[in-house]
């Protein structure tokens, strides 16, 4: 009974992966969203379009549980499609991190785009379920597709950037 049971954990696992959605946001996971910025990649390499990444990664979400967590990534996700375009894809990348892929984008337009996404951060009303003076506290990091850049690279170097700041404001390239 009990190795059916882990064997039933693992299938319920592999299941949510293929599934390709985030199951507490709705968006795309890990794997649908390096599938789709894999293809964009491709395309970019073929038709020399621009390209560009941003990470968004809450910062604080260890004080918080399962419950919690969620009723402040719902919100989020929220906002995020509001501020992308029909073209870009948006998703939950890890536990803490959020990925925006944005298609024919320079580096120049994620900057405008982190400085408004963190305006819009501020002003997020949050959730009574949250502790009391809960803050959310995200860095950015964004970088563009280089001729040459595979996935790997292009997230290496998105990375290397991303950096952790207490003011939410203050974004890098």
């Known amino acids: 009974l009990h190795l059916l049971m882990q064997e039933r954990e693992l299938l319920r696992d592999e299941l949510r992966e293929a599934l390709a959605i985030d199951e507490v946001t709705g968006m795309p996971n890990k794997v649908a969203l390096l599938k789709s910025l894999e293809s964009q990649i491709s395309r970019s390499r073929r038709y020399n379009n621009l390209l560009s990444i941003i990470i968004l990664r809450v910062n604080n979400i260890e004080q918080l549980n399962h419950d919690q967590t969620a009723s402040l990534f719902i919100p989020i996700s929220h906002l995020l499609n509001d501020q992308v375009r029909w073209a870009d894809i948006v998703g939950k990348l890890s536990n803490s ?5 944005l298609p024919e984008t320079a580096v120049d337009a994620c900057k405008n785009l982190t400085e408004n996404l ?4 501020n002003d997020l009303s949050l959730s009574e379920n949250l502790p009391e003076n809960y803050k959310i506290n995200v ?4 970088t563009e597709w280089a001729k040459g850049d595979d996935l790997t690279l292009l997230m290496k170097n998105n990375k290397k950037k991303m950096q952790t700041y207490n003011d939410r404001t203050e974004v890098i390239k």
């Open 97 to 101: 991190d959020f990925l925006l892929v």
């Open 139 to 142: 860095s950015f990091g964004y």
């Open 118 to 121: 963190s305006k819009n951060l």
